[in-house]
């Protein structure tokens, strides 16, 4: 499934917060819309980022059931804030073989231990852009209530800390609050 998230005027997400924390910034927006299907052109779009949303590449079949167990739906009523956070990863990671990703993605830095504390409070979903030709590999959605952003930061924090973020040569962290 092909998830299109345009930055401009109008949309039901009002941006709180749009800082550059690796790498190119994007431009500063009002609001974000999240589209599903074809990204077809929005005269207020000011960018339009894409992703599909795809099969796990490094979460074995234990992880996959425990994610599965765990995790929260997408726009749960009391879920008013969200977060997406852009990401691409540089040349020396790509450079790496598929199991030497997943070890440094997993037995060096703990993602998936480290996200699943934040269960079932956080839902996300990720989004491949590499493939794509978009300038970002990755577009990471977050969708959490009011009382649990202070976890979320903590929970962003301890992966910006891994050695999993060496890697990340351009992130944008966006903030959102439905009205
Ligand atoms: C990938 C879990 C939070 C960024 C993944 C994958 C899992 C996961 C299981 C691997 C999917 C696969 O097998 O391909 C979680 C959980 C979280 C969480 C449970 C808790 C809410 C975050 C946060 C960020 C993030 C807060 C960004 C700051 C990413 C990125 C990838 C990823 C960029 C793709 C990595 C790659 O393929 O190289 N996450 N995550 N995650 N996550 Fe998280």
Do not use: N
Not at 1 to 6: D, G
Not at 80 to 103: F, G
Not at 123 to 135: C, N
Not at 138 to 156: G, I, M, N, R, S
């Amino acid at each position: 499934m092909r998830i299109t998230f345009h930055g401009g005027a109008q949309g039901p997400w009002a941006v709180t917060r749009l800082v550059a924390v690796a790498g190119e910034g994007l431009a500063p927006v009002a609001r974000l819309r999240v589209d599903a299907g074809a990204a077809e052109e929005a005269p207020d779009s000011v960018w339009r980022l894409a992703g599909v949303v795809g099969h796990a590449r490094y979460a074995t079949r234990a992880e996959i059931d425990t994610l599965a167990a765990m995790q929260p739906p997408l726009a749960r009523p009391e879920a008013t804030c969200a977060a997406l956070i852009p990401i691409r990863k540089s040349p020396a990671w790509w450079a790496l073989a598929q199991d030497e990703r997943r070890a440094i993605f997993e037995e060096t830095s703990h993602h998936t231990a480290i996200g699943l504390r934040a269960l079932p409070a956080v839902a996300r979903r990720l989004h491949h852009g590499r493939d794509l030709g978009e300038p970002f590999d990755f577009l990471t959605w977050f969708e959490f209530a009011p009382a649990q952003a202070d976890a979320f930061e903590a929970l962003v924090a301890a992966l910006r800390a891994t050695r999993e973020w060496d890697f990340v040569e351009r992130e944008v962290d966006i903030r959102l609050v439905r009205d």
